[in-house]
């Protein structure tokens, strides 16, 4: 698990120690993402399958894409489909993807970057693996997560942020057993690349075996952990998680993350995303790629997708349609995300 690393993690600036009287996160619930297959047909774990939506707000729905070794002639991506009222965040940490969107947005993703696409009023988009992947297949592994907007955001114009890894603001914990990638929001004074709408930050860390990570956390923001690989505990009652696992805490100011001391061989350290947001309290109404506040502005974005009104496929991006092909011959996944 590439993503962003570093040889000496004793080089970085030190997540900051907790304050004097600090209110440490317990764990709320734990729940474990069920597999499935999205797009083409590429291995997901849902993430937020089972978790009431009220304790993920601000945040909608996350993938675990693979992570999965292709052969030749395996990796697959998505068709072109339609999104609004929302933002989607995907970010590779193995692998490489090609997005392109019909507001002119897309590229190139690949070990560590981050795409950041606001739907707002309405966007088409495609992903999917660029043609020498195809052909020589490899190791795929990310995440897609879907940020929810405000009422008074929906429909803003669709806007794309392509992070680069280098941007990634990377930090080690006080002892330096944890490598901390801020990608986005502020994490003891330290603020990530991307830009959001809703208040947010987006942590990726990988934690040695043994060590401890006090990550602080605005009190304002709900907590989530989910466990890209490897097996530890969060919260300060040392609740115990493992890959594929997502953990919700309960309000505080610090959110606690160790790694098991045994670990297995293919999964060295524990790798974690650490999600938080301030919510936003409105009613919420969601069906296939359109995330709204009524029923009835559902009905009205399926209408304009049909109509048209949501953009159309630029002449040179209409590719043709890949042949269908087996699916991945091995790997560790989970359900599709609706990208």
């Known amino acids: 698990m590439p993503a962003v690393t570093v040889e000496d993690t004793t080089t970085l600036p030190r997540v900051p120690l907790p304050a004097p009287r600090t209110v440490r996160r317990r764990t709320r619930t734990v ?20 978790v009431d939506l009220r304790d993920l707000d601000p945040f909608v729905h996350m993938d675990q894409m693979g992570e999965v070794e292709y052969a030749p002639g395996e990796p697959k991506g998505t068709s072109w489909h339609p999104h609004r009222g929302f933002e989607t965040v995907t970010y590779i940490i193995d692998g490489t993807f090609e997005h392109a969107d019909s507001h002119g947005g897309g590229g190139t993703i690949s070990n560590g970057d981050t795409q950041w696409m606001t739907a707002g009023g309405g966007v088409l988009h495609i992903e999917r693996p660029p043609e020498a992947l195809v052909a020589s297949g490899g190791l795929f592994h990310g995440l897609q997560l879907w940020v929810n907007l405000p009422r008074a955001q929906k429909w803003v114009e669709p806007r794309y942020q392509d992070l680069r890894a280098r941007e990634s603001v990377l930090l080690a914990s006080p002892d330096a057993g944890a490598l901390v990638r801020v990608i986005a929001g502020d994490v003891g004074g330290h ?44 919260g300060i009652d040392g609740a115990p998680v493992r890959t594929g696992q997502l953990a919700v805490l309960g309000p505080g100011d610090t959110v606690t993350v160790r790694g098991a001391v045994r670990q297995e061989s293919r999964t060295p350290a524990l790798d974690v995303v650490v999600l938080g947001g301030r919510p936003i309290r409105e009613p919420m109404a969601v069906y296939g790629p359109f995330v709204m506040n009524t029923r009835q502005e559902l009905v009205e974005a399926f209408d ?31 359900v599709g995300s609706r990208s």
């Open 31 to 50: 729940t474990t993402a069920p597999s499935g297959l999205e797009g083409e047909g590429f291995p997901v774990r849902r993430a937020f399958a089972g």
């Open 191 to 234: 603020t990530g690349p991307g830009s959001t709408y809703t208040p947010m930050a987006m942590v990726h860390a990988t934690v040695a075996p043994g060590a401890v990570l006090d990550l602080p956390w605005r009190p304002d923001f709900n907590a989530l952990v989910y466990v890209l690989s490897g097996a530890g505990s969060v």
């Open 304 to 334: 304009d997708f049909r109509a048209g009104r949501l953009g159309s496929v630029p002449a040179a991006l209409r590719l043709p349609r890949r042949p269908a092909r087996r699916g991945p011959r091995r790997g560790r996944t989970g």
